[in-house]
């Protein structure tokens, strides 16, 4: 059965003082301890290895092969534990580390992807790694810990051990074609849209059980007529003339062909929100949140 060494680091670091000055004197002086210790210390480790690390004349000291053999690694040794001591320092701070990021794939579409990339040019130790998920999905992963932060809209009411914090303001505006009778008018109610043919997302990946619910509140049940797994498949369908849809005001920043959107006469809030677990919240999150939030 191999042996297992319990060495403590400190007694390295007391051997390679020594190895390096090859004289008590010197060493204990720059250790700024006296050297009767140190020369116990030295003798402690050679015991606990089974071997002489110096051969000790009455004027010098000289390493031994194994003395030699020590030092190389002893050196490679304590660099390595300063190197992985300052990363876990770094990742305490914030400065490096990772971060699993889910989010709701209309969530990149606003300035939140020119303030994830402000935090990524930022914070170039920080690896994020991008989960499009749907907030049920999100909220799954936050449990099971799979996620460092979820983003998804209108999350004022997190399940039971997470928080949420509002991070952008928005709203929900109607798309359509750009024939459309609606398209003429300033902002469109909601109630105008209860014969509308509609074109979505799977609700399983998108805003749209939400806007389903908002739908039934005022009352009426939508016409669901295609559904497209790509919102740009879903405007493009929009420009032929098949349907209209609701979505986040941030896709109406983009020039769509043959797309008109219109803000609702009473405005269906899209807010985007970042949710976490409080108990888990790394240095790294709270600064990436920090910034999403400017």
């Known amino acids: 059965m191999e042996h297992v060494f319990r060495t403590d ?5 007391y051997f390679l003082a020594v190895a390096e000055e090859l004289h008590f ?4 002086a720059r250790l700024h301890m006296s050297q009767p210790p140190l020369s116990t210390h030295i003798k402690d480790l050679e015991t606990q290895l089974g071997t002489p690390l110096f ?3 009455s004027r010098s000291v000289v390493l031994t092969q194994a003395g030699r053999v020590l030092m190389e690694e002893a050196r490679k040794l304590l660099t390595n534990t300063h190197l992985a001591l300052a990363r876990v320092e770094k990742i305490g701070r914030g400065e490096t ?3 699993a990021l889910g ?3 209309t969530a990149l579409w606003g300035t939140l992807r020119t303030l994830i990339y402000r935090f990524m040019q930022d914070n170039p130790d920080v690896e ?3 989960h499009e998920q749907s907030p049920d999905r999100q909220r799954l992963m936050l449990e099971r810990q799979q996620l460092d932060v979820g983003l998804w809209r209108m999350a004022v009411d997190p399940p039971y051990g997470l928080h949420s914090v509002r991070l952008h303001q928005a709203a929900f505006q109607v798309a359509l074609p750009c024939q459309h009778p609606l398209a003429a008018h300033a902002t469109v109610p909601l109630a105008r849209l209860s014969r509308e043919p509609f074109i979505t997302l799977p609700a399983a990946h998108s805003d749209w059980r939400f806007l389903h619910n908002i739908c039934l509140s005022a009352g009426f049940t939508p016409s669901i007529v295609r559904e497209a797994v790509e919102p740009q498949t879903v405007l493009a369908l929009i420009s032929m003339g098949l349907g209209i849809t609701l979505m986040a005001d ?4 983009m020039a769509w062909p043959g797309v008109v959107f219109r803000p609702l006469s009473e405005p269906i809030p899209a807010d985007l929100y970042a949710v976490y677990d409080e108990a888990q919240i790394t240095p790294a999150v709270t600064r990436l949140i920090a910034t999403l939030k400017t």
Do not use: D, E, M, P
Not at 9 to 13: D, E
């Open 103 to 105: 989010l709701v794939g």
């Open 25 to 28: 004197g010197r060493a204990a």
């Open 9 to 13: 680091l400190k007694l390295l670091r």
């Open 55 to 57: 051969i000790r004349h």
């Open 128 to 130: 994020i790694t991008f």
């Open 97 to 99: 580390g990772r971060i």
């Open 250 to 253: 941030s896709y109406a920043q």
